[in-house]
């Protein structure tokens, strides 16, 4: 796994951390809207390190199965983008609902970029009720790791106002 040095510095500190809690989004919605010409639009919702922040961010394209999953993924992955000020950047691999241990699982896979280090994660969400949901959450898990150190290191940026 890649850390990046703002990471890696940040872990190896026996310095108390200003937060109970690490930093991290928290997922509020997930709404899939079908378009009148074979297209959906995902919008996800997360309220941000800050509680008063909300950072919602929509995806669009077309209306199958699949495409609304990657739409999910992708929606979360711009929301953490944006919760970082772009100190953190996705490109998706990729979203499988998988059968294991009797139950269905969400993967995402992506590739993690900062400061020029290029990193392949995965996640996991157990599917409940929805799997729009369980791929934001999915999205979500493979990012927090990286993403948690930074919202705590750059609350200046994490706290802007998002739209």
Do not use: W, Y
């Amino acid at each position: 796994m890649f850390l990046p040095e703002l990471l890696a510095s940040s872990l190896t500190t026996t310095q108390p951390s200003t937060s109970a809690t690490a930093q991290r989004l928290r997922l509020l919605s997930c709404r899939l809207e079908r378009g009148p010409v074979a297209t959906s639009r995902v919008s996800v919702e997360f309220e941000g390190p800050d509680a008063a922040q909300r950072i919602v961010c929509r995806q669009e394209g077309s209306a199958c199965p699949g495409g609304d999953l990657r739409l999910a993924a992708l929606a979360t992955l711009h929301a953490i983008t944006q919760a970082t000020g772009g100190a953190l950047t996705f490109e998706l691999i990729g979203v499988k609902p998988v059968r294991a241990f009797d139950t269905t699982i969400m993967m995402v896979a992506v590739f993690a970029q900062h400061g020029g280090d290029v990193t392949r994660i995965v996640g996991a969400a157990i599917v409940e009720d929805d799997q729009l949901v369980s791929t934001a959450r999915a999205a979500l898990h493979a990012a927090n790791r990286l993403a948690s150190p930074l919202l705590e290191q750059l609350p200046s940026v994490a706290n802007k106002s998002q739209g």
